[in-house]
């Protein structure tokens, strides 16, 4: 999604920033782990495809996609991104009846830029760290799909609850990815 390609969220812990061509070796070869393919659903591509996929995530209007960085590690700027990765959020806008539903596989995004209202999760039935960390953060499980083997799990935000994220996140600094990482007029195609 373009709206994201040059928005940086950087807070105490992690910093998000957009998942851009770099980060697609060191995406890809996590991805090469059948736990973490178990677990997110994946199938394996190929490292031509992983950087398909990663334009196709930047281009889509339906995706927001962001790698999380360890903030410490990076704000020193002495590492690259690729080398302070420590995983991604998405966010998909699938439901085009409901511009205010996001699907989201880590919470943390969404809530200030997009006007997304409710989170929807969808994790596969083995996967009961997840199903807890999503039902701590206060989701509802709302479907079962036996074919797929996987929970659905919901979270409507209120506006007390979008003034109790925000709180939470005051601490965020949003910043330029082009400014902070890219030496000036040059921007990724």
Known sequence: MKINQNTVLQGQRVTLVPYTSAHVPRYHEWMQSE???????????????????????RDDAD???????????????????????????????????DPTLGEIEIMIAGVRNLGITKFEAKIGQENETSICMFKK???????????????????????QERRWLLEQTNHVEEKSYVELKLPAGVLET
């Open 137 to 159: 953060l206060h989701f509802k499980e709302v479907a079962v799909n036996s074919i797929f083997q996987e929970v659905t799990l919901r979270l409507d935000v209120t506006d």
């Open 63 to 97: 995706k927001c996609t962001f790698i999380v960085l360890d903030t410490e590690r990076w704000s020193g700027q002495a590492h690259a991104d690729e080398d302070c990765m420590v995983g991604d959020v998405n966010l998909f806008l699938t439901d085009t009846e």
């Open 35 to 57: 736990e973490l393919q178990r677990l997110t659903a994946s199938e394996p591509l190929s490292l031509e495809q992983e950087y398909e996929m990663q334009r196709s995530w």
